[in-house]
DNA sequence: CATGAATGAGTCTTCATTCAT
DNA sequence: AATGAATGAAGACTCATTCAT
């Protein structure tokens, strides 16, 4: 009753299916192309084999992204785990998010495509982005660090613009100070959070942050 | 040795070059394609000519985007002049920006194509826009509404998620929602900043301002 | 020692004959597709399957024919039986041929791949459509209404032209029509066949028919 | 005023679509394959051109079953003016129409693809095969030797078997066998023709012609 | 300068056929 | 025997690019 009673041309479809996934995602991230031949080729199959297990052009993208922003989601869950939520938010932001939105443009598009909700699996992965920023939101609300009105949408739109960032470049820096932006966006008013909570990230967030001393 | 001398051959050259043009910015917004062959025949010129004036497919493109971020460009002295900083700044971003980004999708790859400033034409539009935006910052910084060291690339990328705004959707309401949290990011410190400074622009940006009133 | 004891897996292999067979034949009658992958699918078998049965394409698509010449061939004793010979022809030209010719554009295929008689399966298939012809005509001449130097071969090849009928017209009407031009080619020359001999058939053959009445 | 006014480029492009149909017309009657690329290759050119000329399979198709039919039609008046009206329709079936029945098998689609006519391209190619056919019933009407109520299309249809000859075989013989089965059945009652107006046909018609014994 | 026919490389897509299980 | 995944050749079709006129 092991894993071997499995027969072994279920492990090779199964083998395929990772390579053509793999293929694909190399493919896509490097030029944005995505030639079935192509794909074959680098998978080491045939066409036909690409065909089988993504039958249009489509289902081989979105099961691409599909397993993208699984990463992606499931993540979060473990910086919160490991850290304070307001550096969690930044973390997921700028290593993981800001990352995935360079390299991966279909990513992007893919967001894009798909702001209607339920509509299709393109839809399903939004959702899921979504799902995984309102958990860092929520986390930051019960902390106090972020006002309890922000839609985890409009965050995730405002960070879309990582999509933008130069991998070539100082994208790091960018990208801390786009998050940086958002992060002060999201606040509490001052006049309503106890001083002091914000102590911690307000630090991190910003070298040039004023201190604000009261007496 | 008037301008009216010019040849007619000149003026058939200088209307096929906008036709051409025309076509092109048709095309891209409707469907994001763009064959040589299909512009020419909508431009009703050969695609040799097409050549002539846009030697590769890049030229046409970034001077579609050229064009259209011209037209964006050249709204903001005048949203300036009608209305106060914050207000203009808001009008820009919500009437002007979020509709040329989804429609013209073109635009926000010009943002994306063209990080690297002063390289190429794409570099050019880019610049533009990040003058568009200094501009609008600048003056908002003089009024006191917005902190002095806020990057108008950093902006102007929170706004690239405008890009991801579906115009079939309430994107309006999606618009502004972005921009606050994006304006809401770039204020002073309110300790920093002269009391009555926000006035204004508290009341347009949010309903929920807190009022903060002084005896 | 029954026939009953045939081995279960003998029943199964010989369902899928039949299986493979009818979704074959429905294939070839929808949309003249013929593919093996499909068949398989349409039959519920395995492509491995269809090819064990069937090595090459012809050998499925003879059997299909075979089987649809089959019926063709086994009416004529039915109808030979139950009219009389000229209406035997006329019904079995008009009705039944016409109907398969319309329908299996295949079984014309078959005739006129298959000239060269005994060469192949396809050649056995016209053999028994020749032999079916050669029966009708022999009755023919035995009752007198007939010449007897008819060559079946070539009525069939007349009535090759039922192939041409479009099923969405009037077909019934022109079935009629060539097959009653080509009786009268068949027919005796009247000075050689006993008066009154071809009184039926003529009556039938053709509402214009002047009877030729001597004194 | 000489066609040497007509640029060469234009030449080119008319030699081009000679070729390619040239090509298509070997391919269609060597093998009833119609490859665009094959047909591109065997013309000497790109198989763009090829597409530039014949946007659609259907297009090239019915251009070449256009040309052979225009060369069948057209010898109708030739035969007519050259022989008797019984000799043209025999000459026209067997000589004619026999040959490129069987080489050309695409006629013989065209026949059976377009029974609607003044429908499409290929229905202009039946209308026209039935014209001719017409134009010889009629000429043969007129001479007393065939009926004046047989109908072109049955007639057409009745030769459509020549389809189904083997042109390895002895297609003349059979030729001339099923149009002689055709043509008593199309001639007029005995007892309504004047005497001896069949002579010649008959006499052509069939070396088994009974033997007019004459005293 | 403009034109647009020609070219052909590159993709897409289907299917017959094989073969390990 | 049956299965169906894999393979890849073959054909369809598009489009960027060239070039003769």
Redesign the pocket.
């Known amino acids: 009753m092991t894993t071997g009673a499995v027969?072994?041309?279920?492990a090779?479809?199964?083998?395929?299916?990772e390579r053509i996934l793999a293929a694909a995602a190399a493919s896509l991230t490097a030029s944005g192309?995505?030639?079935?031949?192509?794909?074959?080729k680098a998978?080491?199959?045939?066409?036909?084999?690409?065909?089988?297990?993504f039958?249009?052009?489509d289902a081989l993208v979105l099961a691409v992204y599909a397993r993208e922003v699984e990463h992606l989601v499931d993540v979060v869950p473990v910086l919160l785990r490991e850290q304070s939520p307001q550096d969690a938010f930044h973390a997921w932001a700028t290593d993981h998010l800001a990352r995935y939105m360079m390299t991966k443009r279909g990513l992007a598009e893919a967001l894009h495509a798909a702001t209607k909700p339920h509509e299709d699996v393109a839809g399903k992965a939004y959702e899921a982005m979504v799902d995984a920023m309102s958990t860092l939101i929520a986390a930051n609300v019960q902390a106090g660090t972020v006002r309890p009105d922000i839609a985890a949408e409009t965050v995730l739109r405002g960070l879309g613009g990582l999509f933008f960032l130069d991998p070539r470049g100082d994208w790091r820096g960018e990208a801390e100070a786009l998050t940086d932006l958002l992060w002060r966006g999201m606040q509490p008013d001052r006049s309503e959070i106890a001083p002091g909570a914000l102590r911690g990230a307000e630090a991190r967030q910003s070298e040039r942050s004023i201190d604000p001393i009261y007496p």
Chains 1, 2, 3, 4 share one sequence.
Request: net charge positive.
């Open positions: 027969s072994p041309r279920r090779d479809t199964r083998r395929n299916h192309e995505l030639a079935f031949n192509t794909i074959a998978a080491g199959v045939g066409v036909g084999t690409v065909y089988r297990h039958p249009t052009r």
